[in-house]
């Protein structure tokens, strides 16, 4: 059973890295949560992801204030990317 698991994952791998639509697929798409200083609400809905959940990460990053951000990225990963 542990044999088949570790396959499958190489084989998923191995199409991750030459099949871009695949990768999506799995991965998905950094998504965009705070554009020109307005938080993007159908967005942060899509990633259940509440506003003091977005204040808190922005914290971790020495953000205090929304309007100060260009932009906000939720990466693949999810972790928050903060462009000022």
Same mark, same amino acid.
């Given at each position: 059973? %542990?044999?088949v698991l570790v396959i499958c994952e190489i084989f998923a @791998?191995?199409?991750m890295v030459?099949?871009?639509l695949f990768r999506k697929l799995i991965c998905g798409r950094p %998504?965009?949560?705070i554009y020109n200083g307005k938080i993007q609400? @159908?967005?942060m809905r899509r990633l259940r992801m509440t506003?003091?959940?977005l204040c808190e990460?922005?914290?971790q990053k020495d953000v205090f204030s929304i309007q100060d951000v260009a932009y906000a990225i939720v990466e693949t990963n999810g972790k928050l990317s903060?462009?000022?």
């Open positions: 059973p %542990i044999a @791998s191995g199409l030459k099949n871009g %998504i965009i949560v609400q @159908s967005e506003t003091e959940d990460q922005l914290r903060v462009i000022k």
